[in-house]
């Protein structure tokens, strides 16, 4: 993909710290962290997102992602671990090349990932039931 930031920073072409590299994914520290050790695993083909990835590298991605939890944690000595994927704009996606957020947590510290809980009704619970069923 022509433009593709995370494209080039998976082929080497721009530079980027790398914690770990495979013949399908490169590991780099992120450039805006959340916490200290955020980083990221950028697929080095081109996927925009959950829904374009092949279920097969996405698989991968997610061995990665343990891998990475528990070198990291052990590096970094972090009290917690958020592993955070975005798809879309409204979903807080800004890069458009599928990457997964790995993140450290730090006691006390203040990495926002929370939202106010809502409420379970009988009438969303039958309506998407349903809904999913029939998507299957
Ligand atoms: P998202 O909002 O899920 O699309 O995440 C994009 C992430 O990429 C953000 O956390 C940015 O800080 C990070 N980012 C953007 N450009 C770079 C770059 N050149 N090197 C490392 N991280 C980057
Ligand atoms: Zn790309």
């Known amino acids: 993909?022509?433009?593709?930031?995370?494209?080039?920073?998976?082929?080497?072409e721009i530079p980027a710290t790398t914690l770990y590299e495979d013949q399908d994914f490169r590991v780099i520290?992120?450039?805006?962290?959340?916490?200290?050790?955020?980083?990221?695993?950028?697929?080095?083909?081109?996927?925009a997102n959950?829904?374009?990835?092949?279920?097969?590298?996405?698989?991968?991605a997610m061995i990665l992602a343990k891998k990475m939890a528990n070198v990291l944690t052990r590096a970094l000595k972090c009290d917690g671990f958020n592993i955070v994927q975005n798809n879309g704009e409204p979903a807080g996606q800004?890069?458009?090349?599928?990457?997964?957020h790995l993140i450290p947590r730090y006691e006390g510290d203040q990495v926002g990932l929370t939202w106010n809980p809502g409420n379970l009704t009988e009438e969303d619970k039958e309506e998407i039931l349903s809904k999913v069923k029939a998507e299957f």
């Open 94 to 100: 800004t890069v458009f090349h599928f990457h997964m």
């Open 50 to 60: 959950i829904y374009e990835i092949p279920e097969e590298l996405a698989g991968k």
């Open 29 to 47: 520290l992120d450039l805006g962290p959340a916490s200290k050790g955020h980083a990221l695993i950028l697929p080095k083909e081109h996927y």
């Open 1 to 12: 993909m022509e433009n593709c930031i995370f494209c080039k920073i998976a082929s080497g």
